[in-house]
């Protein structure tokens, strides 16, 4: 088995709702296993999101947790996903993430020839589209 490297999503209390969410735009599998499936059922925090997996029929691998109690939660904008490849659904995907979120550069055609923009989702998550062509 060989290693992977993938974007595991901190998320405050709403894990659960965002990788719904991502799975309407995405498709695929969605494994979520709370605090609770995970052998803590009497904690305070056994609804919350312990694991989350998401694999899309694209190829596509995301991760997901909720912060724990005391953990601090600071969505941050040192990071972003990004997709990218020539393949068109890209641009449906990038109109999917934006509902509720907000776009910071329109998908358009850049110099560089791709289509490319970017926006934050309505759960603070930044994402970068890029479709070749």
Known sequence: MGSVLNPYIMFNGNAREAMEFYREVFGGELEIGTVAD???????????????????????????????????????????????????????????????????MPLETQSWGDEAGSLTDQFGTHWMVNITH
Request: hydrophobic residues 35%; aromatic residues 8%; proline residues 9%.
């Open 38 to 104: 995970f052998g803590s059922p009497d904690s305070p925090e056994a609804e919350k999101v312990m694991h989350a997996r998401l694999q899309t029929p694209d190829g596509f691998l995301l991760n997901a947790w909720d912060a724990p109690a005391g953990m601090p939660y600071h969505p941050g904008n040192n990071v972003a996903i990004y997709l990218g490849g020539n393949d068109e659904t890209l641009g449906d995907h990038f109109t999917k993430l934006s509902a509720g979120g907000t776009v910071t």
